[in-house]
């Protein structure tokens, strides 16, 4: 689990693609990598992948076909940088929101606006997961914690959210940077995703009285 709280901008060194079935990607992130061990999980701009090889201040991780398919993992090339997390501690501080790692589609940045010490962003979403974002609920932006300022309406046929970024958020991610058409990674709020699937469970409504 993680928290959206990035740690450290890494830089990737390189990007091995063996065909379209996987790809194996090395990354530069010196503070990412301490204490870091084989089989540490680790979020790569909001995508849980797992370290294969460690050396130094790199490391590696092998990345899957569905995985270079449904997040821009597989956009990635040598010089691009990166948001990275390393997973929470048990009874470390949880000062984002619960983050799994499991991307839920590609958003694009349609809108960036400057307002002082903040910027504005709009992001246009996948219109089957417009119904799970929610105003001042939260939201993960290539693994980033943020909480949606407002969204479009309920019957827009190109939905959209939109967030504020603090000073730090633009200092210390990826999100800084991010040019208007740029795509970004996208994981909602897992509690909206099990509320409607226990939802869709409910006993349909019996006719009639109780059987006597």
């Not at 063996?18 to 990354?27: Q, V, Y």
Request: proline content about 3%; glycine content about 14%; some cysteine.
């Amino acid at each position: 689990m993680f928290t959206g709280i990035v740690a450290e901008q890494g830089t990737v060194l390189s990007v091995e693609h063996d065909g379209e079935a996987s790809a194996t990607l090395r990354l530069m992130a010196p503070s990412t990598t301490e204490g870091l061990g084989l089989g540490g999980s680790i979020a790569v701009n909001g995508v849980c992948l797992t370290a294969t090889d460690i050396d130094g201040r790199e490391f590696s991780v092998d990345v899957m076909g569905e995985t270079l398919v449904r997040t821009t993992i597989g956009e990635l090339s040598a010089g691009d940088t990166v948001n990275l997390e390393r997973c929470v501690q048990a009874g470390g501080r949880l000062d984002g929101h619960v983050v799994q790692g499991h991307v839920d589609g590609v958003g694009q940045l349609l809108e960036r606006e400057s307002l002082g010490n903040w910027d504005r962003l709009r992001f246009g979403v996948p219109a089957p997961l417009a119904r799970y974002i929610a105003e001042k609920g939260s939201i993960a932006v290539d693994g980033v914690s943020l909480t949606v300022t407002a969204v479009s309406p309920a019957e827009e046929e190109n939905p959209w959210f939109e967030v504020g970024l603090i000073p730090t958020t633009l200092d210390e991610t990826g999100l800084g940077a991010k040019a208007t058409g740029g795509r970004v990674n996208l994981e909602v709020d897992v509690l909206a995703k099990y509320t409607e699937r226990l939802l869709s469970f409910r006993a349909p409504a019996t006719s009639g009285g109780a059987a006597q």
